[in-house]
């Protein structure tokens, strides 16, 4: 835009003739290639080429813009994926990688302040871990190379928020791309299903909104949009949030994903206890008049049997017990280091002889791909965002604070929660989203004191 403004100013101060036909020229030549381009090259390529370009644009100058973008456009770039062919060289996995060469970029050649950074370092240092434990990993590197390059992302991600983000504004924007990323697709998935699935639940004929980890995903959505609703004080405020909230409740419960239905019972319990005791009183109600009204619920519990969580066609959870049982076994072959990131699947599947199932459970796929240097890293990591987050909640004065680190605070112990059964850590549409709330509930603090030091500096003159 600069470059753009000084020809046009250029045109007005300099009216000879050699300029206009210098200016003339130039857009004949650009009319000229750009018609070329539409002629020769499909249009969605040409698109994403331009795209590609205004991004890298952003990533050199507004790095954070960048990043607020790609959040908002992670849900829409998924349906390209198949452009990948199998490989992460898809659209999503090149703005991944743009975004990691943004910030290291941004890092290398600014003066950095790295106290804006807090919990910064176990993050660096569990990547850095993930990475190490890949160079003795001789089959299934690339894959174990992308897993690793996502969490990087995330991790560029993070920083670049938690420097970058230096108003009110931008910590609005952030969340307004994140919830607002999963609304089409949520309203597509609704109209999917509409007619094919109901209140009871037949693993053979209900048609479902994704799958588990939809759910999962939807869940983390849901529970920002509920405490965004029940601290709202304008009835235009109420009306788009309990909008919002009311389409993410009822894209959960369509992709009948127990995980997210437990992750956000617990968001709820959460959100009860740290300020909205009236949720207690009423929560056992509610999941009373849930049973009762919708059988889906139960039906889809009913397939666990305790006795038979030994027989892996009995359930998924029996499915899922078979491969921690096996990653345990998996785990002590390489304590230390582990077998390496994002391998734990295939490694796993060899020892069983099966299909490369994901594990699904953070904590043993961190255990077995890291080790316990991983392990141990990946938990002093969490375990510092949930102490940082608990005292933003506490400490700050701000009623517009306190609401966002209470979101996020049960946001992330819901994460936490469908770990147990679920893959955060690998899935972009998690890992992303959570990196970039907690950047923005930490960067608080820091903006409101600039904020107040500008006031006082525009008193003082």
């Known amino acids: 835009m600069p470059g753009v403004r000084k020809i046009m100013r250029l045109d007005k101060k300099d009216e000879t003739l050699r300029t206009h036909v210098l200016l003339s020229g130039l857009s004949l030549v650009l009319g000229l290639i750009l018609g070329c381009l539409v002629v020769n090259v499909p249009l969605l390529f040409l698109l994403f080429g331009i795209g590609g370009l ?24 998924a349906y390209y994926d198949y452009l990948g062919g199998g490989t992460a060289v898809h659209p999503k996995g090149l703005m991944g990688l743009a975004i990691v060469g943004g910030a290291i970029y941004f890092f290398l050649f600014n003066k950095i302040d790295y106290s804006r950074l807090p919990v910064f370092k176990p993050f660096l240092g569990f990547l850095i871990v993930c990475l190490v434990s890949l160079v003795f990993v001789e089959d299934h590197f690339m894959a174990g190379l992308t897993v690793t390059l996502r969490l990087a992302t995330a991790l560029a991600i993070y920083a670049v928020l938690l420097y970058k983000l230096d ?27 509409a007619g094919k699935a109901g209140e009871t639940f037949s693993n053979a004929e209900t048609a479902r909104l994704g799958h588990s980890g939809s759910g999962v995903y939807l869940a983390i959505i849901l529970t920002l949009c509920l405490v965004h609703f029940l601290n709202a004080k304008e009835n235009s405020k109420r009306l788009l949030w309990g909008s919002l909230t009311g389409l993410f409740g009822t894209g ?29 009183t009423f929560l056992p109600v509610l999941l009373i008049l849930a049973l009762m009204m919708l059988p889906a619920i139960s039906q889809r519990f009913s397939d666990i049997d305790i006795g038979k969580l030994d027989d892996r066609s009995s359930s998924t959870l029996a499915m899922r017990i078979e491969l921690w049982q096996a990653s345990t ?20 599947s060899e020892y069983l002889g099966q299909y490369e199932w994901m594990i699904h459970n953070d904590y043993m796929a961190v255990l077995v791909s890291t080790g316990l240097v991983g392990f141990i890293i990946f938990m002093f990591w969490h375990g510092q965002w949930l102490a940082v987050l608990l005292k933003v909640y506490r400490v700050t004065e701000y009623e517009y604070d306190k609401m966002i680190a209470l979101a996020v605070f049960a946001v992330f112990i819901t994460s936490l929660v469908v770990r147990i059964t679920d893959n955060v850590l690998y899935d972009t549409h998690k890992m992303y989203p959570l990196a970039a ?13 600039e904020e107040e030091a500008r006031k006082s500096d525009l008193d003082l003159s």
Do not use: C
């Open 54 to 77: 205004i991004f890298a644009y952003l990533l050199l100058f507004n790095i954070e813009i960048a990043i607020i973008l790609a959040l908002l456009a992670l849900n829409p770039l």
């Open 167 to 193: 108003s009110i504004r931008k910590v609005r924007w952030v969340i307004a791309a994140i919830v607002a990323a999963p609304i089409w697709p949520t309203i597509s998935g609704l109209l999917g299903v």
């Open 252 to 280: 959960l419960f369509f992709t009948y994903g127990r995980a997210g239905w437990i992750g956000f019972l617990v968001a709820m319990i959460v959100i009860g206890l740290m300020k909205h005791r009236r949720m207690l």
């Open 329 to 348: 076994q998996v785990f002590k072959t390489r304590p230390l280091l582990g077998v390496g990131y994002g391998v734990d699947r295939y490694r796993v």
């Open 437 to 449: 709330l907690v950047a923005a509930t930490l960067a608080l603090s820091r903006i409101r004191t």
